[in-house]
């Protein structure tokens, strides 16, 4: 019992200075990725997809009967023109709605 008190008490971790250099090591690595991704230019233009969103909106306008409503620019359209008096809702038309 005596000897397993002193081979606590002198234990140490003989890896313990290269775990600490790797942890470093390791540290800094990912702080320079960081620094690399907070420092990195968008590669997504929300402008882009704004105009190609209004194109496809355009396109399918063109290929459907009936008016439809996408998203939140066709709801204002629409109740801009229910309020002149012109498009589906003052017609009576039933509006198609895509999710």
Do not use: F
Not at 6 to 31: F, G, P, V
Not at 32 to 50: G, V
Not at 64 to 89: D, K, N, W, Y
Request: charged fraction near 30%; proline fraction near 4%.
């Amino acid at each position: 019992m005596e000897m397993a008190n002193d081979s606590m008490k002198y234990s140490k971790s003989l890896s313990k200075e290269a775990r600490k250099k790797e942890m470093r090591k390791i540290t800094s690595e990912n702080q320079e990725i960081l620094r690399r991704i907070q420092h990195a230019e968008p590669t997504y233009d929300h402008m882009a997809w704004a105009e190609d969103a209004r194109r496809h909106e355009s396109y399918m306008k063109n290929m459907c009967e009936l008016p439809i409503a996408i998203g939140p620019l066709s709801v204002a359209r629409e109740a801009e023109q229910s309020m002149r008096g012109t498009g589906a809702a003052a017609s009576g038309k039933p509006a198609i709605q895509y999710e």
